[in-house]
């Protein structure tokens, strides 16, 4: 062989021959399916009808599993980040996955992870990566706000609780998407080992979840992290998948905050550190539209009002929203501020870059010059207050300075300048607005100046007037006075009142590109330009506010064209012309008669059909006339046509559906009525849109909440979440709530009634005291919401903690509980259906309370209370349908009403210290109490163990009775018989000796007795042989005389029958003569 492999020999294409000719005819004419069916139409004909029925039902059934409710898309354009929570059991690698899918979309490294983490996946998708803790807490917070749960499991391990309790936990609360990730594969050595675990995981999980859930593999670690191409098809699978809407999130505003920031008040914090905080809180919005002031509760830290709601810019933009690319790829894809990264944080009246050190330092040094204001209030030392109180004001060039004492002793003689404190709705701060009102002429009182801004320096203040020239010192600034009035007041006349400003209050304007140009006075106040405001350009041509500078002469030809489309008569749009319509409603509603004058109007059609009637009139008519009816004929034509596309369309749309279904249907009512909802407000501006329908789901917002308790800021963790869960008009009253529970099947203990038990019911945690198969109380939750139960939130269980789910069937804030009680009494006199019980009461007015009541007997027997009786003390008499007995016991049903605890005790666990987070403990069961004090139960006398003695059993001996005996076969009789006992000696008789006569006296006396005897039984026997000869006699006596009965009975039925045949005889023979 020589080393060499052999070379096989290539296929050689034919091509010449009938084959290849074919070959070539099917490239160039390409042909389909259809050319084969024409071709050859039995070879695709129906084989066997039941397998094509089978095949049928089978695609629509698959068809039909795919078909959901179809619910109306209330997401917004632009949509809030989709909430991401990684759950699984410690040390599974959820901070490495989270970590190595920030890695795959944003190319970013991030050491740590602390809170949420937004992420632009897409051009039309973020991401919030959110971890969650080994705390039951933690788990029943973000099981309300997830839209997709990443369920790690470490496959070499197994199943662990944490992942069945977080399952149960979504089950209750809406179920979002699951999907499933197995680590720590790399463990298994052997493949089919390997294979097995997965099957076997894979099944499990499925059961938990839904048939064919999806179930990742993360086969191994490099360099501390997932492999890159595992990690990219799991980021693929996030970015493309759909969400369903849950209930309780689409009907209820909510934030995961991702940034926290206390504005307390320094002085206040440092006086009193334990006082109420302010806090404000940042995050998307969630759900529903959320309105201000509103009640809001924050799990973990109990309910709180809004003093305050603002949106600001989107901290992580989508691409295709952002206009202007500020910043660089990298800082734009991830903003995580509790994790320390986020290039710009926006705040309410400020906006915060982080930088690097260094390159903080070269921006100071480069941009110190221009930036002088700002650099001197770095470097200040000495408060605002302090300099304003040593500064001084010089009017003029070269007068003395005015300090402030001066202007305070002064302002009673002369008014100069005055402070107005204004609200900008645009910086959302409180500026200091200073009004000049004292500069007056002695000739022109009446007359008004502008405003007059002041323009602080850190060395020198000067105010600059108009028309002033503070070189010269002329009163350059009494020149035109009069037109600076007439100009002041005709702007006073413009300014037409804001109507929404009166009715809502301070309403923000919108931005103008203007506004941004407006100069500024050292960067703290703004020139005020009224005449180039939106207001005054809207009034500008208003007939009440008539400007007279403005003149128009309307006997020019040009004016009345500038305004001749604005009347009826006139063009508003193309194709809309006054003339045009006209014609048209001429040929769209044609004859008509004024029912008025009786005069009959003709339309062009009704002339029409005139003047084909009389041909002979149109030749008289001129070439104008007929080139009109060209016209006519054509648009009638024209509109025929037309009329009948329109008939055709609706056809087609009501008979040509083709595969069209009612689900089809009701998907399409569902877009339009999406579409609608996004036409509403889309062409109005955020400022004005949030007033209307309030703030809008992923708008970026922040909350300020101004009485939150202290704990919350000094041990906040950003491990834990901290949701913002917006409450509904009556979900912040307390009330009792009916619910069905059903304690969970792995759960070991009892639940007993009066036991505390803590719930998961909405955005609360609480513990309450239920009475179970009656009713709880808490706050009031909407019907069909499920709740969740625990007996305990502190550490770690080694056994399952979901004690109880269920839902709430039905809510009422007042209610009473009570409780069957029957009243048992006995009767002691009975008169036909009046009786006297007694034993039912105890006193008099007892009974008085219950005259009239109904009450029944045992056996059934109703009856009804009618007064006391003197004695004794409680009887009373009653009346029944029917007579008593002594033996009867008559019953009263009653109610007594019951008092339950109102316990609602929300769990602040957000409130304990870091690190003891999960150590919340309420109030302890009674088992708990009894245990820790050491109590023990008083056991029931009859379950204590006692002695058991039990007595010998005497068995009877076995009797046969005799006749049984006889009866018997001999093998079968009782053979040994028992022997007789002795007789005692007491029980003996002594023997008597009766002496000669005595003897003789019994023998003649027992001959006696023999011969009686003797005689008396031959007495009976011959009576017995007589009575025999009687009864003998007696029954010949009856034969005889039945037989003369028998023989009598014949001679008079032989006489009846020969009657019979006389008569038939006779009746026959007259029948010929009636003929």
């Not at 070379?7 to 005819?25: D, N, R, T, V």
């Not at 792995?746 to 198969?773: A, M, V």
Request: with cysteine.
């Amino acid at each position: 062989m020589d080393g060499k492999v052999k070379k096989q020999k290539q296929h050689q294409q034919k091509h010449s021959g009938p084959k290849a000719e074919k070959k070539k005819l099917k490239k160039q004419n390409g042909s389909t399916e259809e050319d084969e069916r024409k071709r050859n139409p039995k070879a695709f004909a129906v084989q066997s009808a039941v397998r094509m029925a089978k095949t049928f039902h089978r695609a629509q059934d698959i068809k039909t599993k795919k078909h959901h409710v179809p619910v109306v898309d209330r997401t917004p354009l632009e949509p809030p980040p989709i909430v991401i929570v990684v759950v699984g059991p410690p040390k599974v690698g959820k901070s490495t996955l989270i970590r190595c899918l920030i890695k795959n979309f944003t190319r970013q490294k991030l050491t740590d992870i602390c809170g949420p983490v937004t992420i632009v996946s897409g051009k039309k998708r973020r991401l919030t990566f959110m971890e969650c803790n080994n705390d039951i807490n933690s788990m029943i917070d973000l099981a309300k706000v997830a839209d997709l749960v990443l369920m790690l499991i470490d496959a070499s391990f197994g199943f662990e609780m944490e992942t069945f309790e977080f399952l149960n936990i979504c089950q209750v609360h809406g179920f979002p998407r699951i999907m499933g990730v197995l680590t720590h594969l790399d463990a298994f050595k052997n493949n089919k080992t390997l294979r097995k675990t997965k099957k076997n995981l894979k099944h499990r999980f499925w059961t938990e979840v839904y048939q064919g859930a999806k179930l990742f593999y993360l086969s191994g670690m490099v360099y501390g992290e997932y492999q890159n191409q595992e990690v990219k098809n799991l980021g693929r699978f996030i970015s493309v998948m759909k969400f369903r809407p849950l209930v309780w999130q689409t009907s209820h505003p909510y934030i995961l905050a991702d940034r926290i920031e206390d504005l307390t008040d320094p002085e206040r914090l440092r006086t009193d550190p334990k006082c109420d905080r302010t806090v404000s809180l940042y995050g998307y919005l969630r759900g529903t539209h959320l309105k201000n002031k509103g009640q809001v509760h924050i799990p973990g830290v109990g309910d709180f009002q809004m003093s305050e709601v603002n949106f600001l810019p989107d901290p992580c933009p989508l691409p295709d929203t952002q206009k202007k690319r500020a910043l660089n790829e990298k800082e734009r894809l991830l903003y995580a501020p509790m994790a320390g990264v986020g290039g710009v944080v926006y705040d309410k009246d400020a906006v915060y870059i982080d930088l690097p050190a260094n390159h903080v330092k070269q921006l100071q040094e480069e941009v110190r010059p221009t930036t002088e204001l700002v650099q001197s209030l770095i470097e200040t030392h000495v408060t605002l207050d302090a300099k304003m109180a040593a500064s001084k004001v010089s009017l003029f060039s070269g007068s003395a300075g005015l300090d402030p004492t001066d202007v305070s002793e002064q302002s009673g003689v002369q008014d100069g300048l005055r402070e107005m404190h204004v609200w900008d709705p645009h910086t959302q701060t409180r500026r200091r607005k200073v009004v000049f009102t004292g500069f007056e002429e002695e000739e022109d009182d009446d007359t008004t100046l502008d405003l007059v801004y002041l323009q602080f320096s850190a060395k020198k203040q000067s105010v600059f007037l108009p028309g002033c020239d503070p070189s010269v010192g002329a009163f350059k600034w009494k020149d035109g006075l009069q037109q600076k009035a007439s100009a002041a007041f005709l702007r006073h006349q413009e300014a037409a009142p804001n109507l929404r400003k009166l009715v809502y209050g301070s309403v923000v304007e919108a931005e103008d590109s203007e506004e941004e140009e407006e100069a500024e006075l050292g960067g703290l106040f703004r020139v005020n330009r009224p005449q180039k405001s939106k207001k005054v350009q809207a009034n500008a041509l208003d007939c009440s506010h008539f400007n007279p500078d403005i003149s128009h002469n309307w006997e020019l030809e040009e004016m009345l064209n500038s305004i001749r489309d604005c009347f009826v008569t006139g063009q508003w749009e193309e194709g809309q012309d006054a003339a045009t319509l006209l014609k048209e409603d001429e040929e769209l509603y044609g004859d008509f008669e004024d029912l008025e004058t009786g005069k009959v109007h003709k339309g062009t059609t009704g002339e029409q059909d005139q003047a084909e009637k009389s041909e002979s009139d149109e030749d008289e008519t001129d070439d104008e006339d007929q080139q009109v009816k060209m016209d006519d004929d054509e648009v009638m034509k024209n509109k025929r046509l037309e009329k009948k596309r329109r008939l055709k369309e609706r056809f087609n749309t009501e008979y040509d559906d083709g595969d069209a279904t009612y689900f089809d249907d009701l998907k399409e009512e569902m877009q339009k009525q999406a579409e609608l909802n996004r036409a509403e407000f889309e062409d109005m501006d955020d400022e004005s849109r949030v007033q209307y329908e309030g703030f809008r789901p992923g708008m970026y917002v922040r909350l300020e909440i101004s009485s939150l308790p202290c704990e919350f800021v000094t041990n906040f963790d950003p491990h834990y979440p901290v949701i913002i869960g917006g409450l509904g008009t009556s979900e912040g009253n307390v009330g009792y709530l009916q619910m069905r529970l059903k304690k969970h099947r792995w759960y070991e203990r009892i639940l007993k009634t009066r036991d505390p038990l803590i719930l998961s019911l909405g955005w609360r945690r609480f513990q309450t005291i239920p009475l179970y198969h009656i009713e709880d109380h808490s706050p009031i939750t909407p019907q069909g919401t499920g709740f969740l139960a625990v007996q305990s939130v502190s550490g770690v269980k080694a056994n399952f903690r979901i004690a109880a789910t269920g839902v709430v069937l039905d809510l009422d804030k007042s209610v009473t509980i009570v409780k069957k009680l029957k009243l048992i009494g006995y009767p002691y006199k009975i008169f036909q259906n009046t009786c006297f019980i007694k034993g039912m009461f105890n006193t008099v007015l007892e009974v008085a309370k219950f005259e009239g009541a109904s009450i029944r007997t045992v056996s059934g027997v109703r009856g009804q209370i009618k007064k006391a009786l003197s004695t004794p003390a409680g009887a009373f008499r009653a009346t029944f349908e029917d007579r008593l007995l002594m033996s009867d016991i008559v019953f009263l049903r009653s109610w007594y009403p019951l008092s339950i605890p109102q316990l609602y005790n929300p769990v602040t666990s957000l409130l304990l210290p870091v690190g003891q987070k999960d150590s919340w403990s309420g109030m302890r069961t009674v088992g708990q109490l009894k245990h820790d004090l050491g109590v023990r139960n008083k056991p029931s006398i009859d379950s204590l163990y006692k002695p058991i003695t039990r007595a010998p059993r005497h068995f009877n001996p076995l009797h046969i009775p005799r006749e049984l005996q006889k009866a018997l076969p001999f093998k079968s009789k009782p053979k040994l018989l028992q022997p007789k006992g002795k007789v005692p000696r007491d029980l003996k008789r002594a023997s008597v000796i009766r002496e000669p006569h005595e003897r003789k006296v019994a023998e003649l006396l027992r001959a006696l007795s023999t011969v009686h005897h003797y005689k008396k039984k031959e007495a009976q026997r011959a009576h017995h042989a007589k009575h025999k000869e009687f009864l003998q006699q007696k029954e010949k006596d009856e034969e005889a005389k039945m037989k003369r009965m028998k023989d009598a009975r014949k001679k008079l039925y032989r006489v009846m029958g020969q009657k019979d045949q006389k008569k038939q005889r006779s009746s026959l023979k007259g029948t010929p003569q009636d003929d």
